[in-house]
């Protein structure tokens, strides 16, 4: 069963921890962050982005594969399944494939037409008991297309939208998507306090989980970020691992071509790399 994203942030946000939300990108991708959750009795949030979505057949065979997987898996530890960087359009999708938890990234709107559409998706949200992320102030990077140079959010802005009841807000603190640049500023952990200090106990959300050293993650989750966001990390994993099969000749021999046999490193290399997110998270153990 999926649960919302609310509860466990909540909790991870008084315990001083953050969520991995993990992006999904197929079947293996999904059993293989399902199976080291539950190995690691930690909360987990699937993210699919919109991109992902349209590849995947749409939202619908997503939450249909999902909710089956934590079935057929026996997972009992909290699911969430979550659009990421949504547009109105796509949030609208997802509430009705029946997602569990629903971001909308209204930043490239003015501030005023993100609080309009934020809020009508509040109360959509609120009804059907989901949870909801809202974004501030564009995070650097390319994210389906959208792409934004490293930016740093208004901490007067987070607050507007944190109060309209949303229930998690990412806000640009210098982070990137995908590989950060060699020349790359670091996070600005002064904006970062003072969009806590204005927002409450509202859990903040870093996006472009990948590339950040481990001592920026740890501070940034003892300022208030209670869901870390991962993808570009699992996909690079991935791809090592089966060039590593393919250019040994693996491949080649036996029934090695068999997509079971051939997706197999990659499928435990992103095991592996949850794990480890997991553990610099501090999520372990707190299903």
């Given amino acids: 069963m999926l649960v919302s994203a609310k509860e466990m942030l909540t909790k991870a946000h008084a315990g001083h921890y953050a969520v991995g939300q993990f992006n999904i990108n197929n079947l293996e991708w999904t059993k293989a962050i399902l199976l080291t959750a539950q190995e690691q009795k930690s909360p987990v949030i699937l993210g699919v982005s919109e991109g ?13 594969m999902v909710k089956a997987m934590i ?4 997972i009992t530890v909290p699911v969430a399944l979550h659009l990421d960087h949504g547009s109105y359009e796509g949030a609208k999708k997802c509430i009705e494939a029946g997602f569990s ?5 209204g930043s490239h709107y003015s501030i005023e037409e993100n609080i ?15 949870s909801l992320e809202a974004e ?8 389906d297309g959208v792409v934004g140079a490293g930016e740093v959010a208004d901490p007067n802005e987070c607050k507007m939208i944190a109060d309209l009841g949303v229930t998690m807000l990412a806000a640009g603190i210098g982070n990137i998507h995908g590989k950060y640049p060699e020349n790359w500023a670091g996070l600005s952990f002064d904006t970062l306090a003072k969009i806590q200090e204005l927002t409450g106990d509202m859990p903040l959300v870093l996006h472009g989980g990948t590339g950040i050293p481990a001592d920026m993650i740890k501070k940034a989750i003892s300022l208030g970020v209670s869901k870390i966001n991962v993808n570009t990390e699992c996909q690079l994993a991935f791809a090592a691992a089966t060039r590593e099969y393919i250019e040994a000749g693996k491949d080649q021999s036996g029934k090695g071509f068999d997509p079971r046999k051939l997706l197999a490193p990659g499928f435990e290399a992103i095991k592996a790399t949850v794990k480890e997110k997991m553990e610099l998270f501090g999520s372990i153990g707190k299903a």
């Fill in 71 to 74: 079935d057929e898996l026996g």
């Fill in 101 to 105: 938890s629903i971001m909308f990234d």
């Fill in 116 to 130: 309009a559409k934020t809020k009508e998706l509040v109360a959509e949200c609120d009804s059907l008991g989901l």
């Fill in 136 to 143: 501030v102030g564009s995070i650097g990077g390319e994210e």
């Fill in 52 to 64: 992902a979505g349209k590849y995947m057949c749409g939202y619908k065979t997503v939450a249909n």
